[in-house]
């Protein structure tokens, strides 16, 4: 589903940060970064991200996306400000993260684990849309879209750099 509300902003030269298995990436001919690959690297993907600067020159990207990853980080200021680095001149970010409303529903959930694998829920922060405004604005950035699905459990921003 996220993916899906994505693909429509995706544009020019791409990089998908948190990748996993790199399907974003190699179905928009793009790169992918993850710490913990869930698949085989693609001729396009790349599975390398420490916790330090990106391994990509400034100005080298179109877009970037971050699908159900923001909520899941530490440093996230000095994320956004290294994916502001390599976003070029007119690039764009697209995250996707729970909203608060969704943190009582995943908790719930987690108890079946045959429906959600507790294991693998780690957020250490849910954002309000006022929360992501104050966040990318802070970073450099200024929202182009913003939208909530799967009522209103999720939300999807559209970011770009903005002007200096």
């Given at each position: ?6 693909k429509g902003f995706i544009k020019g030269k791409f990089l ?109 922060s849910y954002f309000s849309k006022e929360d992501l405004s ?29 002007d200096v």
């Amino acid at each position: 589903m996220r993916i899906r509300k994505v693909k429509g902003f995706i544009k020019g030269k791409f990089l998908d940060i948190g990748c996993e298995r790199g399907d974003l990436a190699a179905h928009f001919h793009g790169f992918g970064l993850d710490r913990n690959p869930k698949g085989p690297k693609g001729r396009a993907v790349q599975f390398t991200i420490k916790d330090s600067h990106l391994p990509y020159r400034s100005d080298s990207f179109d877009t970037v996306t971050m699908i159900a990853l923001i909520e899941h980080m530490d440093n996230i200021d000095f994320n956004l400000r290294e994916i502001h680095r390599i976003l070029n001149s007119k690039g764009q970010l697209i995250i996707t993260t729970p909203s608060p409303k969704a943190k009582k529903m995943i908790k719930l959930l987690s108890f079946f684990p045959f429906i959600l694998d507790p294991s693998g829920i780690d957020h250490k922060s849910y954002f309000s849309k006022e929360d992501l405004s104050r966040l990318f604005g802070d970073n450099g950035f200024e929202i182009v879209c913003y939208k909530t699905f799967q009522f209103g459990m999720n939300q999807i921003m559209v970011a770009r750099k903005a002007d200096v």
